[in-house]
């Protein structure tokens, strides 16, 4: 006694059910987690004269594909000198300390980021 089955169209919905997953619902995951730690960011960035270092702030495009799949964040919209102060500011220099402000955000908010990640993906799946 036995069962007979033709998954041949299970399959086929299934691939193409994993390339719908593997590119909306990564950047649907990807966009509410670098939002985490952006805001992060915009709470910890030194203010100078200007502002112009907070109002570079911002995430760049996803690369990769895949789980390979990545977002930056930080300085995205910025000349050359708001990114020379943004490093100094992070780093410091040989007479000033750093502020390690962008590093402060990561550690405050990787956690929740990380969180944001696993709900986005676990509301996308259950959607299906």
């Not at 708001?82 to 390690?100: A, C, D, L, P």
Request: proline fraction near 1%; include cysteine.
């Amino acid at each position: 006694m036995g069962i007979e089955c033709n998954f041949a169209e299970a399959i086929e919905r299934l691939e193409s059910l994993n390339k719908r997953v593997g590119k909306e619902l990564i950047d649907e995951a990807l966009e509410s987690g670098s939002e985490e730690i952006l805001q992060g960011q915009l709470l910890t960035v030194p203010i100078g004269d200007t502002g112009k270092l907070k109002r570079s702030l911002g995430k760049g495009k996803k690369t990769g594909t895949g789980a390979n799949r990545k977002v930056d964040i930080g300085i995205i919209n910025a000349q050359a000198n708001e990114v020379v102060y943004g490093y100094y500011q992070e780093h410091g220099t040989e007479r000033m300390n750093g502020k390690k402000w962008m590093k402060r955000a990561w550690n405050k908010n990787k956690d929740k980021a990380q969180e944001k990640i696993k709900e986005t993906i676990v509301e996308g799946l259950t959607k299906i």
